[in-house]
């Protein structure tokens, strides 16, 4: 007899129903066990399209056009303080960023046929752009520049409920948006990579019959490229490849186990040259820029791999980047930590702490669910749980970091 709920009961439909609305992830745990055994199983099936199915967000294709229409509106936008009297170093830290991530979820609200997000977008959109024209210079305020750099981390929020619109709560939506993320990264260094070189042949052309073009180019072209690069992206992955991910998961599994074993190499380097991240400053920065590519890799990884599929050898390197990507997290905390006793409290410290707590506690849920899908034998649907759910955390980290520092630091 065996000891899965779901083979023990497949003729009766009540009990199943009963299990799934008791613990809807324990019965996807038995019910990829099942159908792994019995795939032929009617029931399974029904089930199977039943805990896979996901609401299709009806899309109409965005013409060339809108598209050179809203690359244009994205310059444009860019290039105000060369239109108005606006000083540039007050607005290209603002807006620049807020501009290109607006831009892209223009496209999404454009494609997308049901407007209920479309409104929702809408509202978070000005109250960025408002929040931005009244918050304080930040040129002195440590708190102020932080918002700086965290509110376009809000503004991914709102370009995910773009693309996601009326299913956000599913978790194949969110892994969707985290697929499509990966995938507009790797078109949009596409595009600037060609760029560049289209770049250096104009100007050298130019150069040649004693043109200089270098500066006007420069301002308006290469500008105009750098902020519609990752609309023609999302074009190319919308339009063109049909809102497929194929890139990001295999470059984050070959990538993998190469960062495994740099990390370990860097680790041990680090002690064997007296290396100290208590002391040194940029030694702990670098520490957590290692910390967030790493947690890159880990989540492409998992979000591109098939639910039903079963532990491969990727997955264990997974386990071991995971693990070794944990201690360099503690090394950083206890970094941290020890700067905060020796130093005291700063915005800085505080937004940095917070982020590596944030990342630790996502990175311990993945280790442990990941330990569970190893004792299994077999992939467990709980671990795209673990990496879908989770995100809010990271926009009500942002959001806070954004909006409730600066006022409870007085913008100091």
Not at 198 to 212: E, M, R, S, V
Not at 225 to 236: E, F, H, I, M, R
Request: proline share 4%; charged share 15%.
């Amino acid at each position: 007899m065996s000891n899965n709920p779901v083979l023990e009961n497949l003729d009766q439909p009540e009990v199943l129903e009963s299990h799934y609305r008791a613990d809807p992830e324990q019965f996807e745990a038995d019910f990829e066990q099942a159908i792994a055994q019995k795939s032929d199983s009617e029931t399974l099936r029904v089930w199977h399209a039943r805990l896979n199915f996901s609401p299709a967000v009806v899309t109409q294709k965005i013409s060339v056009a809108a598209l050179v229409a809203l690359c244009l509106g994205a310059g444009f936008f860019t290039k105000i303080p060369a239109f108005l009297s606006v000083e540039d170093d007050w607005y290209y830290p603002r807006f620049v960023p807020l501009i290109t991530i607006v831009a892209v979820a223009m496209y999404f609200l454009i494609t997308a046929t049901r407007r209920r997000m479309r409104s929702v977008v809408a509202i978070g959109i000005v109250c960025c752009i408002a929040y931005l024209l009244v918050l304080p210079d930040g040129s002195q305020s440590d708190s102020v520049t932080m918002a700086l750099i965290h509110l376009p981390l809000f503004a991914l929020s709102l370009l995910a409920a773009s693309f996601m619109s009326d299913n956000w709560k599913t978790v194949e939506a969110r892994l969707d948006f985290i697929r499509y993320i990966g995938e507009m990264l790797i078109y949009t260094a596409l595009i600037l990579l060609g760029g560049m070189v289209l770049t250096a042949i104009t100007l050298g052309l130019f150069n040649l019959i004693d043109l200089d073009i270098d500066e006007w180019y420069m301002d308006y072209v290469v500008v105009l490229g750098l902020v519609s690069a990752p609309v023609v992206a999302t074009y190319l992955f919308d339009s063109m490849q049909g809102r497929q991910s194929r890139f990001a998961p295999m470059l984050a599994n070959v990538f993998s186990p190469l960062f495994l074993i740099t990390v370990l190499a860097y680790l041990v380097a680090t002690f064997y040259q007296g290396r100290n991240p208590f002391t040194d400053r940029e030694f702990l920065i670098l520490f957590n820029g290692l910390l967030l590519v790493i947690l890159a890799l880990t989540i492409f990884s998992i979000s591109g791999k098939k639910r039903a599929s079963r532990i491969q050898l990727s997955d264990y390197i997974n386990v071991l980047l995971v693990a070794a990507t944990l201690v360099v997290n503690i090394i950083a905390l206890s970094a941290i930590l020890f700067r905060w006793l020796e130093f005291g409290l700063t915005v800085n410290r505080l937004v940095v702490t917070g982020a590596n707590l944030t990342i630790f506690v996502h990175l311990i849920l993945i280790l442990l669910q990941y330990g569970k899908c190893l004792r299994a034998g077999e992939r467990l649907p709980g671990l795209e749980f673990i990496v879908a759910r989770y995100l809010p955390v990271y926009t009500v980290w942002s959001l806070t970091v954004a909006v409730i520092l600066p006022l409870v630091f007085q913008f100091e």
